[in-house]
Structure formats: C-alpha cells, structure tokens
C-alpha cells in the first residue's frame, strides 16, 4: 500500500535519488528543498514521469519554513509514514586546530540544529502515521570509532566542523531511537559511502543511485526492523 514520505535536500544528488527511488515503489514523496525553483522544476519532472512526487519549501536553517511544510503536508495527506533527513553541506576541510568558530557554527546550524528542527516539527505528522520511519543521512566520517582505526580508508579526512556535526546527528538518532522506541518508531542513522555528489566531489567511486539505496532500504523495510542503529549497505559501522 502506497505510503507518504517527505526527503529533505530532495533537489540533487543523493536526496533527488532517494526520491526517485521512493516514488518508482509507488509511494507520495515530498520533495523537500529549499531552492524553489530547481525543487519544482525536478517535483515537476518526476510527476511528469508518473510518479507522486510533490515539492514542499524546507530550508534546515529557517524554522518558519519546516512549520509551514509540516502544515502543508499534513493539509494534504495528513500524516507522514516517513522522514528522510538528507539535506547536509560541507563548508570547508578546515582542521581541528584552525577551523573557524563560524565554519562551525554554520555546518553544525544546517547538519545538527536544522535537522533535529525538521524532525520536531514533522514528529506528529509522523506519529499519525503507520510506518514511524526516521533516517538521518551520516558519513561515516561522523564514526569516532572508525577514526580510530589507522587502517580506516578515510583516517586522514578530518574535517572537524563536517565530522563532528554528523557525531552529533549520530548522538541524536540513539537518543531519539531510545525515546520513541515504546512508540513503534525506527530511527537509524545510515552512511551512503563516498558518492560523486556536489558534496562527494567527481572522484567519489559511488553514483547516487548506490547512495540513496541504505536509507530507501530502511524506508521500505517491514515494521519489525532495528532502531538505533548506524547502518551502511549489507551491514553496520561502530559509532
Ligand atoms: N556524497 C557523499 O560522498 C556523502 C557521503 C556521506 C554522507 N553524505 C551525506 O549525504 C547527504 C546528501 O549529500 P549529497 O552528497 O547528495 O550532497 P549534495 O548533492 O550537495 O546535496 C545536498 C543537499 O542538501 C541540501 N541542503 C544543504 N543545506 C541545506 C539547508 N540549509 N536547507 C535545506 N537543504 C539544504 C542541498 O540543497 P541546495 O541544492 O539548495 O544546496 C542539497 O539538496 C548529506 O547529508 C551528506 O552529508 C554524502
């Protein structure tokens, strides 16, 4: 049966793919982005193609605007059976020892503070719905266990405002995970690997296709899935 799931940052890369992936299992997905024009145009697109996809405005950093999209969903479906917490950025590879406090502050506004804000503000429509479903897109770069690990392929990427805003978002899906654990609720983080993305840069090895593929797995599977747990395609990654 057809389901109703908003994906945040549903404009480009791995966002877009997870909508694409969504709507073509015949479920609505709301198309959340903060670029109205390019988030139209690709909603448009999709819908044209004969998927039920919407655009809805969310930008991470405006509160107003995830009120306003929570309204209008609920307006339209009155209830979210999922909630794909995609939208991230990368400011700079600035190191631990000299990132600047602004630097900080912005990735940590957009990663860590606007995505607990947009899961706030769709948590009853979420509640209302049947499936209970919460992914927030990490990195593995967020894992402190992995970077440990002096074999780790990415043990030399450290950029401490990206990094550490993710080990936030991490810290958030355990606790959250806990919290709405009586309530039937799966909340999961989910690293996509390193993707040729806007953000991955034109090197990455994986498309968006394999990126988006983790978080529409934990979207789609049956209600009596793992909460709390990191997860990456065929397996989980230490925190
Ligand atoms: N690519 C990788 O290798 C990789 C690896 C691990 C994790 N990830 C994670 O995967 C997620 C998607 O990244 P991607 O690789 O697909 O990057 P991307 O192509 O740059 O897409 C990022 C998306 O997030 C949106 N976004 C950024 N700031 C926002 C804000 N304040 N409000 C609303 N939307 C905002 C962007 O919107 P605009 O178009 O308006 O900028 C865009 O839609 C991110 O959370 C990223 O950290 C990516």
Redesign the pocket.
């Known amino acids: 049966m057809s389901k109703v799931f908003l994906v945040?940052?549903?404009?480009?890369?791995?966002?877009?793919e997870i909508v694409k992936q969504l709507g073509l299992h015949g479920h609505t997905v709301y198309l959340?982005?903060?670029?109205v024009e390019?988030g139209r145009n690709i909603a448009e697109a999709f819908e044209a193609s004969g998927l039920d996809v919407r655009f809805v405005y969310?930008?991470?950093?405006?509160v107003n605007s995830q009120k306003e999209a929570a309204d209008h969903i609920k307006s339209k479906s009155g209830l979210l059976d999922g909630l794909i917490n995609?939208?991230?950025?990368?400011n700079d590879f600035d190191l631990a020892s000299s990132v600047s406090l602004e630097s900080l502050r912005e990735t940590f506004?957009?990663?860590y503070f606007?995505t607990v804000m947009v899961t706030q503000n769709m948590l009853s429509l979420l509640r209302a719905g049947e499936r209970k479903v919460i992914v927030n897109?990490?990195?593995?770069?967020g894992s402190m266990a992995m970077h440990g690990d002096p074999s780790w392929p990415f043990h030399g990427t450290n950029p401490l405002a990206?990094n550490s805003s993710?080990a936030a978002l991490n810290m958030f899906t355990v606790l959250l995970a806990k919290e709405l654990r009586a309530e039937g609720f799966r909340v999961n983080s989910v690293?996509?690997?390193?993707?040729?993305?806007?953000?991955?840069?034109e090197q990455?090895p994986?498309t968006?296709e394999e990126?988006a593929a983790i978080a529409v797995e934990c979207a789609l599977e049956g209600n009596d899935s793992q909460t709390g747990l990191f997860r990456t395609t065929g397996g989980t990654i230490p925190w």
Do not use: H, Q
């Not at 995609?86 to 990368?90: E, K, L």
């Open positions: 945040t940052g549903g404009n480009k890369g791995i966002g877009k959340g982005a903060r670029n390019e969310i930008d991470l950093t405006d995609n939208a991230g950025m990368i506004e957009t990663n606007g897109v990490s990195t593995g770069l990206y993710k690293s996509p690997g390193w993707i040729a993305t806007d953000l991955g840069g990455a994986g968006p990126g």
